[in-house]
């Protein structure tokens, strides 16, 4: 059941969010609506407005467990620390590390040391590790999802335990890590229409937003699948706090709507 609901500053546009959430339960949102709301917006777990962490679009975003933000601004991927402190890196169009055609997604490790950025280049995903503590890109870039064609990454997370999930759009699959997918199109348990976002609890239990299916999932750690939530309308995002809270991004109603116990 819905043990509260957490209203929205605004009503931006629903294809432009992304939510995250850092070890002290403040959720941010990314929202490009209007002059007021376009943004980053900073939340505590009450639904209380604490501010806004930057004044442009940034629909691509993530935050570490400390309150890192990182988020996209043109050809610079910004590394906003809890003190307000902004580092800008640049980066350039091509197919070279610290070059990007089209960035999909950006997922921050949980323990901090490094972001993932994945763009898509003629079809396929690549991925790029960022450390944010050096400013500098790592290794060389590499290919994901070699053993099917068009794959499409719209979210990217990484979990206590080091796996890292991936949201196809695409395919209508949940990757785990490069090789391994689960789903496909359609309205029954374990499969997916647009999942859009991914989480963890702290048993292993995974929760994937399914947005035009109008729920979250829930699967046990080997991705067999166990319940849902329901009654949703366009959830785009799914985190989970220390207290295995569980807070979903609700377009369709603009707000947050969380299932917990805390």
Request: charged share 15%.
């Amino acid at each position: 059941q819905v043990s509260g609901i957490l209203p929205l500053k605004s009503g931006p546009s629903m294809w432009d969010w992304t939510m995250s959430i850092d070890s002290a339960g403040n959720i941010y949102v990314a929202s490009c609506g209007d002059s007021t709301t376009s943004g980053i917006l900073k939340y505590d777990k009450t639904g209380q407005f604490i501010k806004k962490v930057t004044n442009s679009c940034n629909p691509l975003m993530a935050v570490d467990r400390a309150g890192n933000v990182y988020a996209l601004n043109n050809n610079n991927l910004l590394t906003i620390k809890p003190d307000g402190t902004i580092l800008s890196k640049s980066f350039g169009t091509g197919f070279s590390t610290g070059e990007f055609n089209r960035i999909t997604a950006i997922g921050a490790d949980y323990s901090g040391k490094y972001v993932n950025i994945v763009d898509d280049y003629n079809g396929y995903s690549m991925q790029t590790v960022f450390d944010p503590t050096t400013q500098v890109w790592v290794g060389s870039k590499m290919a994901l999802f070699q053993s099917l064609p068009n794959v499409k990454i719209e979210c990217s997370y990484s979990s206590k335990m080091g796996f890292t999930y991936y949201c196809d759009t695409y395919h209508q699959y949940v990757w785990l890590g490069n090789n391994a997918y689960y789903g496909g199109s359609g309205s029954s348990g374990g499969s997916y229409s647009r999942p859009s976002g991914v989480a963890v609890d702290s048993n292993g239990n995974i929760y994937v937003a399914d947005q035009f299916n109008n729920r979250v999932q829930k699967f046990d750690k080997n991705m067999n699948y166990l319940e849902s939530i329901t009654g949703l309308n366009n959830p785009i995002g799914v985190v989970i706090d220390s207290f295995d809270n569980i807070y979903v991004l609700d377009s369709g109603t603009n707000s947050i709507k969380k299932y917990g116990w805390d």
